[in-house]
Nanobody
């Protein structure tokens, strides 16, 4: 099973930007869909952005226009560029493999995640 390591989180002021990285332990070019999730304290983990091997992307409404997901198959890496950050974006961010573009349940094991904290 592919292992995933997230990085790039930190403390940022509202309106700021961060770029998260997710490095996979094996080649990802055959993986149909990968996504970024987040879990805020006391809340369920939610899928916020996903990317398909052919280039399609999709986002939860709360991050549309602010977050951009991308993947570099040559580097086995998925990125999440986050702009115009808000305090409500504060959460631990994880990446994972999805069962497919149409079945968006997480398929792989969870990494340690990376903490994003947005101050007001």
């Amino acid at each position: 099973q592919v292992q995933l390591v997230e990085s790039g989180g930190g403390l940022v002021q509202a309106g700021g930007s961060l770029t998260l990285s997710c490095v996979a332990s094996e080649n990802i070019f055959r993986i149909d869909a990968m996504g970024w999730y987040r879990q805020a304290p006391g809340k369920q983990r939610e899928l916020v952005a996903l990317t398909r091997s052919g280039g399609n992307t999709d986002y939860v409404d709360s991050v549309k226009g602010r977050f951009t997901i991308s993947r570099d198959n040559a580097k086995n890496t998925v990125y999440l560029q986050m702009n115009s950050l808000k305090p409500e974006d504060t959460a631990v961010y994880y990446c994972n493999v999805l069962r497919s573009w149409y079945d968006r349940r997480a398929f792989g094991s969870w990494g340690q995640g990376t903490q994003v904290t947005v101050s007001s």
